[in-house]
């Protein structure tokens, strides 16, 4: 498996940042790290991916550490409609043909 | 646009009996998977489809477990002689490969699912 570790849950008021973390220490140099969230009763859906530099889209910025071994996912104002599982993935020719989801991080929002 | 559908959303068999799942991926995605999701787990990779390629099977846990995917388009998912422990959420994504990419590189789209229940 290409391991990813994650805290198994955290906390967040509504709009405030969110820094989701995740290490990653047997990264390859062809990964890519994919981040998804699973909302209750739901498919899991794309959030972000990067392979280096940082990335920022619609949803969220993607922070990845200069040696890629973690990277941080960030929500800029957490909202009640984020709060899901979040699973950090890595992918890449070693990886073939799977993403290996872990148990995630189960972001709660309070309000 | 129509995203990935599957059928049914709920399904209550027997133990022993068979069942067949359906999975309708987005037109023109060429790369269609499965995966189970047990109660507070992460996902577990089934079976992989791309193109006309020979599906990578790696992830069935036996075979009780079969899959096809007809036209390059719908899939079935199969699950003969049900356990208890095939109770699970069983899901389907589906993403358009790029061509010399990877397919794990290319983003997912996943359906809502189909909750399998045996009784």
């Known amino acids: 498996d290409a391991k990813t570790t994650q805290p198994n849950s955290m906390e967040s008021n509504e709009e405030e940042p969110v820094h989701l973390p995740c290490n990653h220490s047997?990264?390859?140099?062809?990964?890519?790290i994919h981040w998804y969230r699973q909302l209750p009763s739901q498919g899991p859906e794309y959030v972000i991916h990067g392979l280096t530099s940082n990335v920022n889209n619609r949803m969220a910025s993607l922070a990845i550490a200069e040696d890629r071994k973690s990277s941080t996912l960030i929500l800029h104002r957490a909202t009640l409609r984020d709060a899901a599982v979040y699973y950090c993935?890595?992918?890449?020719?070693?990886?073939?043909?799977?993403?290996?989801f872990g148990t995630g991080t189960s972001l709660t929002v309070i309000p | 646009g129509a995203g990935v559908s599957q059928s049914p959303s709920n399904k209550v068999t027997e133990k022993g009996k068979d069942v067949e799942l359906r999975c309708d991926p987005i037109s023109g995605h060429t790369a269609l998977y499965w995966y189970r999701q047990s109660l507070g787990q992460g996902l577990e990779f089934l079976i992989y489809f791309q193109g006309n390629s020979a599906p990578d099977k790696s992830g069935l846990p036996s075979d009780r477990f079969s899959a096809e995917r007809t036209g390059g388009s719908v899939s079935t998912l199969t699950i003969q002689r049900t356990q208890q422990e095939d109770s699970a959420v069983y899901l389907c994504?589906?993403?358009?490969?790029?061509?010399?990419?990877?397919?794990?590189?290319?983003?997912?789209?996943f359906g809502p699912g189909t909750r399998l229940t045996v009784l």
């Open positions: 994504a589906s993403s358009f490969r790029l061509a010399g990419v990877p397919s794990s590189y290319n983003e997912q789209f």
């Open positions: 993935i890595l992918s890449g020719r070693n990886t073939g043909n799977q993403f290996y």
């Open positions: 047997t990264i390859s140099g062809t990964d890519y």
